[in-house]
């Protein structure tokens, strides 16, 4: 990265393209030293010292005290430098059938608290916000923080999301179709906030950190009562014209319905799944042979996914993902899906569990930050980002 670009740009602009480019290097890495930072910004020494003061006012940058090399070395230790990632805070919301959850994370990601809330399928619309706005509260009250500490909240919804705030339709949660949740929470929750739907959400986390971070193009299948899949292309999250990409749950001739049947009956429903989580097994160990079923009721879809976008891999989320047969429900799909598949992805189960998309939702506020960190060559690093959120409408 070099900041020396020759340009014919004034030196206002110069020098905010220094801090971003500066700023850039420290988040993306380690502490560094002035001489490191310098190196690798191509920076010159005053231009560097300029850059480094300036975030360090700025309280994005922190210097950190000199550590002894134990070597009796002479002469003054190097100036040593790090990102504060505690500088600002993310808020992620899941709101799900039985649950409302909020994790709230540093600036690189770092969980810094966790509160769940139950609520039920019946919960009314405005019961439901109300349980969004306590649970975010206390998470960020755990997290030691105040709420005008956090930079961008994401919210993980069910349903079909248009323009990052607006819940289409969602079948699966009263009085949760055609409304802006991003404009009802408006006000309840801090920050720049975005709405998207929780599979997409779940993909992204997965793609982030969990089993899909060595590829670009995935495939994330939610295997629940209600199914749907999420796309990565080339490292985004592809959503479609509409948002509706991957809602292929409401193509009954693929026997999604079928699989949901034998899905419920091999791993429970939510409340049998609860209790066999506390006991830490399986409500209903199944036989081979309902395996085998499952797969076969589940390989069309997965097949015609695999056949549309070629991914490098498709990986299985939801309640199944927790089960104990998995590896031989993937060994059967792999056969099933080579009946159909010119090429069968590589098969994985998501690694993060419940917490998929509460994931995927602190990558996708750690984005927006980002955007408003690292803006283009006429802005300037925001030392809050937030301070804008009643124009943010992405």
């Known amino acids: 990265m070099n900041a020396g670009v020759t340009t ?22 380690q502490t560094s030293t002035l001489t490191q930072i310098i190196e690798t910004t191509g920076l010159g020494r005053m231009a560097g010292e300029a850059a480094v003061g300036e ?25 040593m430098f790090r990102f504060r990632s505690e500088a600002g805070f993310v808020l992620s919301i899941d709101v799900d059938i039985d649950h409302v959850a909020a994790t709230v994370a540093d ?4 969980v810094r608290a966790r509160q769940t809330a139950p609520v039920i399928r019946s919960t009314r619309r405005a019961d439901r916000l109300s349980a969004i706005e306590g649970v975010a509260r206390r998470a960020i009250a755990a997290a030691g923080e105040e709420p005008e500490n956090v930079w961008a909240t994401t919210v993980s919804t069910p349903g079909l999301v248009e323009d990052g705030e607006r819940v289409r339709l969602c079948n699966v949660l009263p009085e949760w179709s055609d ?37 670009q193009t995935l495939v994330w299948v939610l295997v629940a009562p ?25 193509l009954p001739d693929l026997r999604w319905q079928d699989a949901a049947k034998r899905l419920v009956r091999m791993v429970g429903s939510r409340s049998d799944a609860a209790r066999s989580e506390a006991v830490g097994k399986d409500p209903l160990p199944p036989d081979s042979g309902s395996v085998e ?17 070629n991914p490098e891999c498709l990986v299985i989320g939801g309640p199944i993902a927790r089960a104990s047969f998995t590896d031989q ?37 750690l984005d927006r930050v980002e955007e408003r960190l690292f803006p283009t060559a006429t802005g300037s690093p925001r030392v809050h980002p937030s301070t804008d959120h009643h124009s943010d409408r992405h």
């Open 55 to 79: 975030l360090v006012e700025r309280a994005l940058v922190v210097e950190e005290p000199p550590t002894p090399n134990g070597r009796g070395t002479m002469g003054r230790p190097a100036r």
């Open 329 to 365: 429900l993937l060994e059967n799909l792999r056969t099933q899906m080579g009946r159909h598949c010119l090429y069968v992805p590589d098969l994985r189960v998501s690694g993060l569990g419940a917490e998929t998309a509460l994931v995927g939702g602190i990558r996708a506020a």
């Open 226 to 250: 209600r199914f749907k899949a999420a796309v990565i292309i080339n490292g985004q999250l592809y959503r479609g014209v509409n948002g509706a990409a991957g809602e292929i749950g409401w």
């Open 8 to 29: 014919s740009a004034g030196p206002a602009l110069m020098r905010q393209i220094n801090i971003a480019n500066t700023l850039r290097v420290l988040y993306d890495g």
């Open 107 to 110: 600036l690189r990601g770092e």
């Open 179 to 215: 409304f802006s949740l991003r404009d009802a929470l408006q006000g309840r929750l801090p920050g720049p906030m975005h709405v998207e739907n929780h599979v997409n959400l779940a993909a992204r986390g997965e793609h982030w950190r969990g089993v899909a971070g060595d590829v």
């Open 293 to 309: 079923l499952l797969a076969e009721s589940i390989a069309p879809g997965l097949s015609a996914l695999a056949l549309t976008l």
